[in-house]
C-alpha cells in the first residue's frame, strides 16, 4: 500500500505528522494570524501620523517577538513563516523610516511587504488548519 497512512511508527521520521503540525498551530496559529491582521489593519490606514508610528513600532516589536517562537516541524512551513515574519520586521522598520524622513513616495513600498509578509503568513496558517485532513 502506497498511501499516505503510516505502517510503523519511525522513531528517526524525517517528516513531520500532521498531528506534530496540528500542536504547533494550537499553540502559535492566533499568534500569527494577529500579527497579519495587524499588518493590514496598519496599511488600511490606522489613524493620525502619530497613530501610525506607534503601529508601525507595535508590529516590529510584535514581529520580532513572534521570530522567538519555535518553528513548526515541517521545513517548507517554518521557511515560509521565518520569509513573513521578516517582510513583516522590514515593513516596520521602513514605514519608521518613512515617517522620519517624510518619504511621501514609500507607500507603494510599504504595501508591497506588507502583501508579501501577510500572503506568506496566511500560507502557514492554510498549511497548518489544512494538516491531517486529507487523512481518515
Known sequence: MNGTSTTAPASGSHAPSAKALQAW???HVATIQSLSDEASHLLGGAGSADQVKLACSALGSHAQAALS????PDAATASQLQTGLADLSQLARDCAAAFATGDATA????????NQGTTALSQVIQTVNGAGRGTS
Open 107 to 114: 507607500s507603494s513600498r510599504l504595501i508591497y511587504e506588507a
Open 69 to 72: 517562537l519555535p518553528p513548526p
Open 25 to 27: 498551530g494550537a499553540a
